[in-house]
């Protein structure tokens, strides 16, 4: 490929540099993730960015950036990663970006709390254990659009409120001409246009990611009203991965306000609709054969699929604070809904917290599902922190409990009684995390550091500060107490 279409074809600096300005670049803009998940950026005009750029790095402010530095020691140095030069899709002016790790200007060394460099970290402690050499992944994440999206709060009131053109709401609507053809709640799963009103933008977005280099699957309107939508990408590796969910998240809020949309994550924005989690597809290869698979095992597992997933359920509370890392994200995560609550795994019910796809016999697209996360995730630490917790599974033969291939809100009694759940809240996670992370510190992936800042940030900035407001629901409630 070239610069002109997609992502520059070369790795060395130079030539990326070359490439840009025969492609006709003017900036330069250099990304990196916060600890919560978020892309930063700053640009350069492209006669600023130099090859010693890639090695010496690029100066910024670490204070001003959530869950990094202290200001007494701001000074942080970015440095862009040739690999993932991409012409970006969705500006004006045309534009070279780049991914960059962070580093710590005076010691050089890699920053604990870049996230970017915990995946690379796992990556590497993967192929140190022998198990393997390459972990897939395949994220598929639900977001929604909507026409409006406002919400304040503040000392004498609280408020958001939603619109959307496909809202079932809005079906007896009068300001202008109605023309009906709406999703009704939790039918937006597969009608077509008109009732589905979004498959152009959809279709737009899905040809900029192209362009942007990350390869698409699939696009189609899911379950809620109101425009909620998934757009599936190709399988990659855990930092590539986590590079094209950035991507991703990127160029659909992009193409959605170009268009007088707004797209967000925000796991469950809707009452009584579904919400909008990322179910997470992953394997494990070595040699270029896919270790999950095997013609003897339940649904075409292997044994160490089988305790990669015992890792997985045994670790599931602590690995939802970073899986579904948002107060928000426990308003999704709650009986009925499909929602993947139950510690157990199956190859039908979508309940279950760990699904096995069974769409294929062929071995090599075996792999185990885990349903719980969101898109809300900052997908570095996330993978990541999946990685850890099936590795254990298979060093330690973690078995999961049996699966469970009936309907789970149909169990009565015992069998009923036996299943557990996932925590009902963010802070519930966070005490799991902090109770339940020496899986995490293996290989050095991650650092206590790191764990720490993470459940301090979430306590106190998001747990806490949502836990000092009045609901309005409390209102309806207690107000004639």
């Known amino acids: 490929m070239g610069i002109a279409t997609t992502t520059v074809s070369s790795t060395k600096p130079a030539e990326v540099l070359e490439q840009a300005r025969r492609a006709g670049v003017q900036v330069v803009d250099v990304r990196f993730i916060d600890l919560p998940g978020t892309w930063q950026h700053f640009s350069l005009p492209i006669g600023e960015l130099e090859e010693s750029s890639f ?7 670490g204070s001003s950036i959530r869950g990094f530095q202290a200001i007494n020691e701001s000074d942080m140095l970015l440095i862009p990663d040739p690999e993932t030069a991409t012409l970006d899709p969705c500006l004006r002016i045309p534009t070279l970006y780049l991914v960059c790790d962070v580093i710590d200007p005076i010691t050089r060394e890699p920053y604990s709390r870049d996230a970017r ?10 192929r140190k254990t022998g198990i393997a050499d390459v972990s897939y992944w395949g994220p598929e994440a639900e977001f929604y659009i909507f026409n409006s999206l406002r919400f304040d709060q503040n000392a004498f009131s609280g408020y958001y409120f939603i619109d959307s053109e ?17 999703p009704r709640y939790k039918e937006g799963y597969f009608p077509v246009p008109p009732v589905d009103k979004l498959q152009d933008l959809r279709s737009e977005i899905m040809l900029k990611l192209i362009e942007a280099g990350v390869p698409v699957e699939v696009q189609h309107h899911e379950v809620g009203t109101a425009g909620q939508a998934e757009i599936d990408m190709r ?7 986590g590079d094209k969910l950035m991507t991703y998240k990127y160029v659909i809020k992009n193409v959605c306000a170009q268009n007088g949309y707004v797209a967000t994550f925000m796991p469950k924005p809707l009452f009584q609709d579904n919400g909008s989690g990322m179910h997470v597809h992953q394997s494990l290869w070595k040699d ?47 009986p009925g809904y499909e929602a993947p609550i139950n510690l157990v795994y199956s190859k039908r019910n979508r309940s279950a917290c760990v699904r096995i796809p069974m769409y294929s016999t062929n071995p090599k697209t075996k792999r185990v599902e885990f349903r719980s996360p969101d898109a809300a995730c900052n997908p570095y630490l996330a993978f990541s922190a999946c990685l850890m917790a099936g590795l254990d599974g298979i060093q330690n033969k973690i078995e999961p409990p049996k699966p469970v291939d009936k309907d789970i809100y149909e169990l009565e009694g015992e069998e009923k009684a036996s299943i557990q759940s996932v925590p009902g809240s963010l ?55």
């Open 166 to 182: 496909e809202g079932i709401w809005n079906s007896g609507s009068n300001g202008t001409a109605n023309l009906a053809n709406r």
């Open 235 to 241: 399988f990659d590796s855990l930092t590539k991965m």
């Open 55 to 61: 090695t010496e790095g690029l100066g910024f402010d």
């Open 288 to 334: 270029g054969e896919n270790l999950f698979a095997s013609s003897k095992g339940y649904a075409g597992l292997s044994q160490e699929a089988i305790w990669y997933i015992g890792g997985l359920l045994k670790h599931a509370p602590a690995l939802l604070a970073f899986c579904a890392p948002t107060t928000n994200s426990y308003r999704r995560l709650v």
């Open 117 to 126: 460099f915990v995946a690379k970290k796992a990556e590497e402690h993967l």
């Open 427 to 481: 802070g519930e996670s966070l005490a799991a995390l902090k109770a339940d992370h020496r899986f995490l510190l293996k290989g050095g992936v991650f650092t206590e550091d790191l764990v720490e800042t993470w459940i301090d940030y979430k306590q106190v900035r998001e747990v806490d500060q949502v836990a000092l407001r009045p609901h309005p629901w409390e209102f309806y409630l207690y107000h004639d107490a």
